[in-house]
């Protein structure tokens, strides 16, 4: 079955460290996207992607950092210049008209 | 730039009618869709609305007018289930969706 898998489900970061988010489509979907979601504030645009090779700053990219060398695969690095990284985290593919995203089961980052 | 407001919190009881409300300030309008997310999950979508009038999908029916930035989304026939956030979210023709905060239902019994 076609989808979308981010792994893990869960991480534990220190602070200073870096640490990748992985994001998998098998949708042959061209756009990705990723999303930061806190409590109250809805989802939150990082970076996007619309084909390979290009990647575009969302709203709030600062502290982030991305890659698309496949079609297929778009990490996103959280790094040690992020001031407050714990936050679940959407990646999402697609923007159908009249479906909108398809969305991953999401990442939940805490930093200990 | 891109504003959508809806409330925060809403409350109802199983087997009423509930209307959650969004109303947006955009760059441009190509698309409003509403998602429903349960705490801990990823969205799921709900509905899809480009034109003005209601879209009717079984106990969900959403409702736009362009002209004065306005939707909402009607659940009929609560169900304890239904209790969820639910998020309004805008394609200002860019190849983003942006989201609105998010109204969190409670449906008690």
């Known amino acids: 079955d076609g989808g979308i898998t981010q792994s893990p489900k869960y991480l534990f970061r220190k602070e200073g460290q870096n640490v990748t988010l992985s994001c998998e489509q098998n949708?042959?979907?061209?756009?990705m996207y990723w999303y930061r979601q806190d409590p109250g504030q809805g989802l939150r645009l990082i970076y996007y992607?619309?084909?390979?090779?290009?990647?575009q700053k969302g709203d709030i990219a600062e502290g982030y950092s991305v890659s698309r060398e496949k079609k297929e695969s778009f990490p996103l690095t959280v790094t040690s210049a992020q001031k407050n990284p714990t936050a679940f985290y959407l990646c999402?593919?697609?923007?159908?008209?009249?479906?909108?995203?398809?969305f991953g089961s999401g990442t939940r980052l805490t930093v200990v | 730039g891109q504003n959508i407001d809806q409330p925060t919190e809403m409350t109802a009881t199983e087997g009423a009618i509930v209307q959650i409300n969004c109303t947006y300030q955009?760059?441009?309008?190509?698309?409003l869709f509403w998602y429903q997310q349960h705490a801990g999950e990823a969205p799921t979508f709900l509905s899809y609305?480009?034109?003005?009038g209601l879209e009717e999908k079984g106990r969900f029916s959403s409702f736009l007018s362009r002209s004065k930035g306005y939707s909402y989304l009607l659940l009929k026939e609560l169900q304890m289930k239904d209790s969820a956030s639910y998020l309004c979210?805008?394609?200002?023709?860019?190849?983003?969706?942006?989201f609105g905060k998010g109204t969190m239902l409670l449906v008690s019994p």
């Open positions: 955009t760059s441009g309008f190509n698309g």
């Open positions: 979210a805008v394609n200002s023709g860019y190849s983003t969706l942006t």
């Open positions: 999402a593919s697609g923007l159908s008209v009249g479906h909108g995203y398809t």
């Open positions: 992607s619309q084909i390979v090779n290009d990647f």
């Open positions: 949708l042959n979907h061209d756009a």
């Open positions: 609305n480009v034109l003005d």
